[in-house]
């Protein structure tokens, strides 16, 4: 029986190699959890969806995770975040100027009534 290390060194081990299931796949290196899936994606606060995207557009991703040192779908979920986030502060931007414009005009009629 060959040395597990020595199999592990044959195969490169890039994002395509554990996509392709080159690597990752074979039982006899795998330890089972005693977790289920759903234990772990509700410890790390995560839920599964299922979503269509251009072939494009996931080859992007998998370029700038190349890019970036990770794999494709962290990127996009750091990716979406990043834009919920953006979003928020854009919302609470708008909110504060309303509510500032609202005080100013508030004052002014406030004198002017005076």
């Given amino acids: 029986m060959k040395d597990k290390k020595a ?8 994002e395509e190699a554990w996509e392709d299931r080159k690597l990752g796949s074979d039982e006899a290196y795998a330890k089972v959890s005693s977790q289920s899936a759903d234990e772990v994606d509700d410890a ?6 299922s979503i269509r995207l251009s072939n494009d557009l996931i080859e992007s991703f998998k370029l700038l995770g190349l890019r970036h040192g990770m ?16 979003e928020f502060k ?5 909110i504060l100027e309303e509510q ?14 005076a």
């Fill in 44 to 49: 790390l606060g995560l839920k599964m969806i």
């Fill in 7 to 14: 199999n592990t060194e044959l195969i490169e081990s890039t």
């Fill in 71 to 86: 794999g494709y779908q962290p990127l996009m979920r750091e990716a979406l975040k990043r834009f919920a986030d953006g």
């Fill in 100 to 113: 500032s414009k609202a005080q100013k005009e508030s004052k002014l009629s406030q004198k002017k009534a």
């Fill in 90 to 94: 854009m919302i609470a931007k708008e």
